[in-house]
Nanobody, 135 residues
């Protein structure tokens, strides 16, 4: 059974940092597209960052570029979202997502280019972790 469990959310002041972690289990294959999304009350869900696990390229949304970094912690088998210089507008529920579409023409690029994130086309989702940034 596939499971995604997020952790690391919390409350910080503007300018602070948080590191979100996503523990993935139950996948048959190690290669997959994984991403972070967020949704604030009354707003649409936004794809924040994504990467294909066997590829070094990453997607980061313009709204967080230069402040957020996505990477894999191979030692702990976790997907990390490092968030620096947080702003009140970053306040949202953050979700980890994964998709296991078989590698084929364009699948990897579809992930790290951000196209899959913009469609929200992920099969598996975590329960979310709340991030609150105060001014």
């Amino acid at each position: 059974q596939v499971q995604l469990v997020e952790s690391g959310g919390g409350s910080v002041q503007a300018g602070g940092s948080l590191r979100l972690s996503c523990a993935a289990s139950g996948f048959t294959y190690s290669s997959r597209c994984m991403g972070w999304f967020r949704q604030a009350p009354g707003k649409e869900r936004e794809g924040v960052a994504a990467m294909y696990t066997s590829n070094v390229n990453t997607y980061v949304a313009d709204s967080v570029k230069g402040r957020f970094t996505i990477y894999q912690d191979y030692a702990k088998n976790r997907l990390i979202l490092q968030m620096n210089s947080l702003k009140p507008e970053d306040t949202a529920m953050y979700y980890c997502a994964a998709d296991v579409t078989p590698v084929g023409s364009g699948v990897v690029r579809d992930c790290y280019s951000g196209s899959r994130s913009k469609r929200g086309d992920f099969a598996y989702w975590g329960q979310g972790t709340q991030v609150t940034v105060s001014s």
